[in-house]
């Protein structure tokens, strides 16, 4: 598990994001779903906290509310109703967004999103979005696509997947409580496991000057479709 996290982390470090998304897909090689996504709260709480701090926190909450409040709320909703984390297509879920994810980061295509669509289409995205959170574990699909698509400024960009991912963390987290599924032997893995993933993105940070980072993001995203595509595989074999 320390390993997972320190990979996690050097993904981080590197390209801005992926620390969720890299420790969830192997973790559960390992052990259950909702077992995985709770030793994922704390570190990616933590290393996203550290991302979203900035000058344009304000600015970015006061256009980006209504999606972060539809988010959590499906979350908690989709939580209650199939279970955090534990529904019987789990797995299979998780490698479908995976995929998903995947092709959305291989694809030199990106959404183009007029400010006019930003009051609707920020809730339907962030209510998917909390969709895909309660039932996988993951928070990347569609809110990444969708943040990019705004076509912010760089460091806003940042901020703005940091305070996505702050947020569908601290949902994620009610909705394993509300089911039952944080004990205290989980909460201390994820005292390692942030240990852990600081290390590998000092790791990352360092090494980021000294890389191509679209080649690296490249070879990210085809190694997590490939591990989609098997956690798929074995969800129905």
Excluded: C
Excluded at 40 to 62: D, H, M
Excluded at 70 to 79: K, S, Y
Excluded at 189 to 195: H, M, P, R
Excluded at 203 to 211: C, F, K, Q, Y
């Amino acid at each position: 598990m320390t390993l997972v996290f320190v990979l996690a982390g050097f993904v981080k470090g590197a390209i801005g994001l992926g620390l969720p998304t890299v420790a969830m897909a192997f973790l559960t090689l390992m052990m259950p779903p909702a077992e995985a996504a709770t030793v994922l709260i704390l570190p990616s709480f933590v290393t996203n906290v550290w991302q979203l701090a900035g000058p344009r926190l304000g600015a970015l909450l006061r256009r980006l509310w209504p999606m972060q409040v539809a988010g959590a709320l499906a979350t908690v909703a989709t939580a209650r109703w199939l279970g955090a984390v534990s529904s019987g297509g789990t797995v299979a879920a998780l490698g479908a967004a995976l995929v998903l994810y995947a092709a959305s980061g291989l694809m030199p295509l990106r959404l183009d999103i007029p400010a006019r669509l930003e009051p609707w289409l920020g809730p339907l995205v962030g209510g998917a979005t909390g969709v895909v959170t309660a039932t996988t574990g993951v928070f990347v699909i569609p809110a990444v696509p969708y943040l990019q698509g705004l076509r912010l400024a760089p460091d806003a960009l940042v901020q703005a997947l940091g305070l996505s991912f702050t947020v569908s963390t601290i949902a994620l987290a009610a909705a394993l409580a509300g089911d039952g599924q944080v004990h205290w032997p989980n909460a201390g893995g994820s005292v390692i496991a942030l240990a852990a993933a600081f290390a590998g993105m000092l790791v990352g940070t360092a090494v980021r000057a000294r890389m191509r980072p679209d080649t690296f993001r490249r070879w990210l995203f085809v190694g997590l479709g490939a591990l989609g595509v098997h956690l798929m595989l074995r969800a129905v074999l």
